[in-house]
């Protein structure tokens, strides 16, 4: 059963098309079911109904034409429930619709499966036979098996069905992600595909034959330059006979082969993308349907080469390219190079199929106070090149060539934002003192937007995370101890004399140095942050060295260690800091400089750290709540998932008892404590936080002025309140609704923005 189900997904997934591919699959489940009839139903939201889609065994004219409504028939029970219904006597069930055009009054027996992709009904399998039976056991988990599988292709046809009507209608489109970093960004839609793939090339026509032919032929003179630099420099260390392949590839790149195929595909009006996707799909055909192994080989021979050209094209197309002035970046997967390229000015968005909300790149984008989406899941990025965007960072949506209405709409949003911005910048200079007389520090989150932090030391009392590992990310290797010496000094002395927390390198997860990869099936439970440091001690006491020297002076210096779990750890971290500390008094002594040791802390993020604070009291100067990978921990939510991303919440009752715990247990100990996790810089998770008791808070610098704002207009009475109503309740719904109520209350109400 197993190689049944391997054949027909692969079967399907070969296929040019939906249409075809769902036929194949209608074919193969009846072949494969010895049954007598297969069909499939597709979810068409828009009408409130299913379409038959594909069948063998009903009337064909139906395909395509006959509807059933999502309350209707046995399909719309299917659907329903979202679980299977296996019956003997179909005709006999109270919810059997009777419908002549489809032809199947004959069949008796019924199996029907949902096809469900992130909890939403996608469409309904349905088999059927005359003989009055009830299906296996086996039979009806063979069809769940493929009803999964089928799934995520429907999903992505259901975003292109999307596009198609915006392109055909010219009518606003709109996909729903996760809302990553807030504010509404209006522009136009520029494409960055860092890992091609022909799947991810939607076909298009253009008009511009010649300008085709040549940005095909640029690439392929690329590719060809390529493979000859490949083949020198490979002459010395491999064999001449297995240089030979680099021949093999230079021929085929020849006009007489690839060439004259894709010119043929841009005479029929294809731009140059889809005529090689054209031209090389048909000829993995062609090579896979061959019986002889040595020639099925060459398939991969003949993709690789199609890749390269593929990348090189796209590569050309944007070299050509200018960004708008008015640029929204979407890609599969962001990365801080990306974000670096884009001119400051020009960039206004940033749409990521990849990642979630609480991802470190969605935290970069929030600290640059750029709108992001996430988790826009299948989309088929080629085809919103050039189209005009609105992107909702409030709501996660994005809409496509929106109406004059809508960007109307938008625009008065957009207005509204400023004069509130306006309203917080204000009272910049003012204390963040609530209305009965408690002072809240307010820090920075910075380490992440290096081109803008010189301007933001007026906006905050220190820094409470300075995330050093940035700049080992912007290195090609690790940097030398002086370089990270003078990048230290800068920092401390720019927000002297307020203290700077700066934490040890913290790489892993999703964090990586491309000089110095991690591998790893689970990266967040993995080798991560101090767990590296300690590891390499001599990366570990460079970089402590180079923290302590540019101290030298100044004095407003903390070290934090991350992701600690274990006291060994702070044991072995404090006996570096020592070592360290001891090497630069012998160094320094014939000079008479007076080193500071400086504090040091520890991140709570692990679960485990949390039930250690009585160890903690004894070993460390100060503690910060990382409430980002503490919710993540405390939930089993991988916080870069885009399919499990609904629930990080770290309003869920558990992390707000936890975050709670800590505050009561670090005031018992007397242990200095904040947080500097994402939650701190929203104005209802401030709220919360000093109603617990904290009174050091750091966050993003666009997160400052309006938690601020906010904080000087109420009572801690109030806030208490409100705490101890939200952590009674059973789940985040809950809390989320009274902290909506609490915000109307207050007149905070402009602070709600919900996207209609």
């Not at 036929?23 to 193969?28: A, D, E, N």
């Not at 496509?400 to 949003?413: A, F, G, K, T």
């Not at 090609?476 to 934490?503: A, C, I, K």
Request: with cysteine; net charge negative; aromatic share 8%.
């Amino acid at each position: 059963m197993l190689a049944t189900l391997r054949s027909i997904v692969e079967s399907v997934s070969q296929q040019a098309n939906l249409d075809d591919a769902l036929t194949q699959f209608v074919i193969l489940v009846k072949q494969a079911m010895n049954t007598e009839c297969c069909s499939i139903y597709f979810a068409d939201y828009s009408q409130d109904n299913f379409v038959l889609m594909a069948s063998d065994g009903l009337n064909p004219n139906a395909i395509g034409q006959f509807r059933v409504g999502f309350t209707e028939g046995l399909v719309g029970l299917v659907a329903q429930r979202e679980e299977p219904i296996n019956i003997a006597h179909a005709q006999s069930h109270p919810r059997f619709k009777l419908s002549p055009e489809v032809n199947e009054e004959g069949y008796n027996a019924f199996l029907s499966v949902p096809v469900v992709h992130q909890r939403k009904v996608l469409g309904v399998i349905v088999v059927q036979q005359k003989m009055a039976r009830v299906f296996s056991h086996d039979e009806e988990s063979f069809l769940i098996t493929l009803s999964a599988q089928l799934a995520s292709q429907l999903a992505h046809a259901e975003i292109q069905n999307v596009l198609l009507q915006e392109a055909s209608a010219h009518h606003t489109s709109v996909l729903k992600g996760v809302s990553g970093a807030p504010g509404i960004a209006i522009g136009q839609a520029f494409v960055v595909l860092p890992k091609l793939s022909f799947d991810s090339i939607e076909p298009q026509k253009s008009t511009h034959i010649e300008q085709q032919r040549q940005l095909f032929l640029q690439a392929v003179a690329t590719t060809r330059q390529e493979f000859h630099l490949l083949a020198n420099t490979l002459s010395d260390t491999i064999p001449k006979e297995a240089l030979a392949v680099f021949e093999v590839y230079q021929q085929l790149l020849d006009a007489q082969s690839l060439g004259q195929q894709v010119d043929a595909q841009l005479k029929l009006g294809w731009n140059a993308k889809s005529a090689l996707k054209h031209v090389i799909e048909s000829l993995l055909k062609q090579f896979n349907a061959m019986q002889d192994p040595y020639i099925k080989e060459r398939a991969v021979d003949v993709k690789d080469i199609g890749l390269r050209v593929l990348h090189h094209l796209v590569s050309t197309e944007h070299a050509v390219k200018t960004y708008p002035d008015d640029t929204v970046l979407i890609t599969h997967t962001l990365t801080p190079t990306m974000l670096a390229e884009i001119p400051k000015d020009k960039l206004k968005g940033v749409v990521s199929v990849q990642g979630a909300a609480n991802s470190h790149a969605s935290i970069l984008t929030r600290a640059m106070g750029i709108p992001a989406i996430w988790g826009i899941e299948d989309i088929p990025l080629l085809q919103l090149e050039n189209k005009d965007i609105i992107l909702d960072g409030y709501a996660g949506r994005l809409y496509i060539s929106p109406s004059n209405v809508l960007r109307h709409e938008y625009e008065q949003i957009r207005y509204q934002e400023g004069l509130l911005h306006d309203k917080f910048e204000a009272e910049y200079a003012l204390p963040p003192i609530t209305l009965d007389g408690e002072r809240v520090s307010l820090l920075l989150n910075a380490g992440l937007d290096l081109s803008t932090e010189s301007l933001t030391s007026k906006y905050c009392d220190g820094v409470g995370l300075y995330r050093t590992e940035a700049w080992f990310m912007q290195k090609g290797r690790f940097p030398s101890q002086s370089e990270q010496e003078q990048w230290y000094r800068e920092v401390l002395t720019r927000y002297h004399p307020e203290p700077v927390v700066m934490r040890t390198l913290d790489i892993g997860g999703d964090k990586v140095l491309d000089y110095f990869d991690i591998k790893e099936e689970n990266p967040f439970l993995g080798w991560r942050g101090i767990r590296v440091s300690l590891d390499h001690p001599e990366l570990f006491l460079d970089q402590l060295k180079a923290m302590i020297k540019a101290n030298a002076g100044l004095g407003n210096l903390r070290i934090m260690l991350p992701m600690v779990s274990h006291t060994e750890e702070v044991d072995d971290s404090l006996a570096l800091l020592e070592q360290a500390y001891f090497e630069l008094q012998e160094e320094w002594a014939d000079q008479f400089l007076l080193i500071d040791k400086p504090e040091i802390g520890v991140m709570l993020e692990v679960p485990s750290s949390v039930f250690l604070l009585p160890e903690w009291s004894k070993k460390v100067d100060f503690c910060s709540v990382g409430s980002n990978d503490l919710t993540q921990y405390l939930l089993a939510v991988d916080r870069n998932n885009a399919q499990v991303a609904d629930l990080f919440d770290p309003y869920h009752p558990s992390v707000l008892r936890v975050l709670n715990s800590i505050a009561q247990s670090c005031q018992n100990f007397e242990l200095p404590f904040s947080l500097c996790g994402e939650l701190g810089g929203e104005p209802e998770g401030a709220i919360l936080l000093v109603a617990m008791g904290y009174r050091r808070l750091s966050m993003n610098i666009s997160s400052l002025s309006k938690v601020k704002w906010v904080l000087r207009r109420l009572h801690v009475s109030s806030m208490e309140v409100l705490l101890e109503e939200c952590l009674a309740q059973a789940c985040a719904k809950q809390v989320h609704r009274l902290l909506r109520n609490f915000m109307i209350e207050h007149n905070f109400s402009e602070l709600l923005y919900q996207s209609n």
